[in-house]
């Protein structure tokens, strides 16, 4: 019964319980749909109005009843289960879990690990259900390959620091298991804002249930490879009283709500946008013929390469109808109605031509190179900031390093908030922020940050970065053509609003990290993906 969405089943007693047997508990992974995502913050205030609607004990019982039954179908045949439980309501919700297997035939055993904390009183009351019900309480860890199944119990939403002796001696034990762990809302040790572990111990679960809200640490930092394959509950679906505000949402197909749709018999290539891709520093020449690769099987209508180095032949024989030209050339063309991919293996050579870009791009999609010059360049940095002003979009595709250097801080402290590192770099340069990574986050400013939950370890090779921004800038280059009124200022009564591009910018943006990430998923994480695969695999998933 191991479902993508495993339905509720009513129950007897609690109006309560039937009122939310509606709920069904979701595969995240792989949904199509863009899925809300709560911080600690907003999980809490979930939690306290659900709390109100709800008998005392009985949304603990519930949720454990539904943790017992999606157990079941991730793990059906395991016959001896190894409930780890702490002393809040994680631990609760495990119990009762444990509590359900045991009535269903399962031996079980639980071990507790309070630390220097006592039990809270609805996770004492379920400790003795589950006793009543069979279940052993054991001072220890069973020996590795008596459980069928392990479920971590140990930690959820309110963890914040470095985990205690008893708790970090129990993850230690469970990841010694040859067993299959199971995680309850989040594996114990991770930061349910950040996907960072809380401290040297955390557990490596083979999938996780995310209770009531999905937490955005379970889609980036190492929340991906702590949580396993990511499932869904709502608990109950009767709307709140006082809404919240998701934190951020991942990127769902509805992202794309434009998608270029087939094209017309007449069609020309003029109507699908031109893309300059400038780059290609001395040694660096691959990564410019990479982007420019990608923009045309994105779909741009031409492609023009712009090597920095000298020395460059201009041509392609691997792709001919990539055009190239000296950046020379660039002071004749009119950069205004092209979009612009600025900084692929451009190294310092790149400044000299930012300037122009900046002022006179339509479109820009500014990597690497460029970034790292604007980094270190204010005046470049207020050029970027005030293309918004004046109706141009630009889009920003820094990894964490580069993402530091702009906002003048380490990588640590990039990765220990993602969600707001790409917020500042949307806000500070007015612009679409692309952070890469596990979990890319697509930021803009005045719109609800959004979390890939796509790709795979497969990408961390040389080139795929390059690869994501040509194909962003022939992806925006057919999506919609440029307008000479819309970048006229404000006043031009234009029946393309300036808003619109920015939009435009957002959209592109998250629907191309999508098939980024598509590409590696069809692919698998069991070794690289090049580069140059990736361009076709991308193409394959468009055409």
């Given at each position: 019964m191991?479902?993508?969405?495993?339905?509720?089943?009513?129950?007897?007693?609690?109006?309560?319980?039937?009122?939310?047997?509606?709920?069904?508990?979701?595969?995240?992974l792989g949904c199509t749909e863009a899925w809300p995502l709560h911080d600690a913050h907003s999980t809490r205030l979930i939690e306290a109005q659900r709390l109100s609607q709800w008998p005392q004990g009985q949304l603990m019982a519930w949720a454990g009843r539904r943790v017992a039954r999606w157990a079941l179908s991730q793990a059906?045949?395991?016959?001896?289960?190894?409930?780890a439980a702490g002393p809040g309501g994680n631990g609760g919700?495990?119990?009762?879990?444990?509590?359900?297997?045991?009535?269903?035939?399962r031996q079980v055993v639980i071990t507790l690990h309070a630390g220097h904390r006592e039990l809270k009183s609805d996770t004492d009351a379920a400790l003795r259900l589950a006793l009543d019900a069979g279940c052993k309480l054991v001072p220890?860890?069973?020996?590795?390959?008596?459980?069928?199944?392990?479920?971590?119990?140990?930690?959820?939403?309110?963890?914040?620091?470095?985990?205690?002796?008893?708790?970090?001696?129990?993850?230690?034990?469970?990841?010694?298991?040859s067993s299959p762990c199971l995680s309850i809302d989040l594996p114990t040790g991770l930061n349910a804002d950040t996907g960072q572990p809380l401290g040297?111990?955390?557990?490596?679960?083979?999938?996780?249930?995310?209770?009531?809200?999905?937490?955005?640490?379970?889609?980036?930092?190492?929340?991906?490879?702590?949580?396993?394959?990511?499932?869904?509950?709502?608990?109950?679906?009767?709307?709140?009283?006082?809404?919240?505000?998701?934190?951020?949402?991942?990127?769902?197909?509805?992202s794309w709500a434009h998608h270029p749709p087939s094209r017309a018999h007449a069609s020309h290539k003029g109507q699908f946008g031109d893309v300059i891709v400038l780059g290609g520093a001395p040694g660096m020449t691959g990564a410019l013929r990479l982007a420019a690769h990608a923009a045309l099987a994105a779909g741009a209508g031409r492609v023009i390469a712009v090597p920095l180095d000298p020395a460059t032949a201009l041509?392609?024989?691997?792709?001919?109808?990539?055009?190239?030209?000296?950046?020379?050339?660039?002071?004749?063309?009119?950069?205004?109605?092209?979009?612009?991919?600025?900084?692929?293996?451009?190294?310092?050579?790149?400044?000299?031509?930012?300037?122009?870009?900046?002022?006179?791009?339509?479109?820009?999609?500014?990597?690497?190179?460029a970034l790292n010059a604007i980094a270190q360049r204010p005046t470049q940095r207020r050029a970027l900031q005030e293309r918004r002003s004046k109706g141009l979009a630009s889009i920003l595709t820094p990894h964490p390093l580069e993402a530091a250097r702009l906002l003048n801080c380490t990588i640590q402290d990039i990765q220990a908030d993602r969600l707001g590192a790409a917020r500042r770099l949307g806000d500070d340069c007015q612009a679409t922020a692309v952070l890469k990574g596990s979990g890319t986050v697509?930021?803009?400013?005045?719109?609800?940050?959004?979390?890939?939950?796509?790709?795979?370890?497969?990408?961390?090779?040389?080139?795929?970065?390059?690869?994501?921004?040509?194909?962003?800038?022939?992806?925006?280059?057919?999506?919609?053509?440029?307008s000479s009124q819309?970048?006229?200022?404000?006043?031009?009564?234009?029946?393309h609003p300036l808003d619109e591009e920015h939009l435009w910018a957002h959209r592109v943006a998250c629907e191309a990290v999508r098939v980024h990430g598509q590409a590696a998923d069809l692919h698998g994480a069991a070794n690289a993906l090049r580069a140059a695969d990736l361009v076709e695999r991308m193409r394959c998933l468009v055409s």
């Open positions: 191991n479902l993508k969405t495993i339905p509720s089943q009513a129950t007897s007693g609690s109006v309560n319980v039937a009122v939310a047997a509606s709920a069904q508990t979701h595969e995240v059906p045949h395991a016959q001896h289960v190894w409930v919700d495990g119990l009762h879990a444990a509590r359900h297997l045991a009535e269903l035939g220890q860890a069973p020996p590795s390959g008596w459980a069928g199944l392990v479920i971590d119990a140990l930690l959820g939403l309110g963890a914040s620091r470095s985990l205690d002796t008893s708790i970090a001696a129990a993850v230690r034990s469970i990841n010694g298991q040297g111990d955390w557990i490596r679960a083979q999938a996780t249930l995310s209770l009531l809200t999905l937490k955005p640490g379970l889609c980036m930092g190492h929340g991906r490879d702590a949580a396993g394959t990511i499932w869904f509950d709502p608990l109950d679906t009767t709307p709140l009283a006082r809404p919240i505000d998701p934190t951020a949402i991942t990127v769902g197909h509805a041509g392609d024989q691997a792709r001919p109808e990539c055009m190239w030209m000296r950046p020379e050339s660039l002071a004749d063309y009119p950069l205004e109605q092209a979009t612009v991919v600025c900084g692929c293996g451009g190294a310092a050579l790149i400044s000299a031509w930012l300037p122009a870009v900046l002022q006179h791009a339509g479109r820009l999609v500014l990597d690497a190179d697509i930021a803009s400013p005045d719109k609800l940050p959004e979390i890939n939950i796509t790709g795979n370890g497969a990408l961390a090779t040389g080139g795929t970065g390059d690869v994501l921004a040509g194909w962003l800038a022939g992806r925006w280059s057919c999506a919609t053509p440029l819309a970048r006229s200022g404000p006043d031009a009564g234009s029946s």
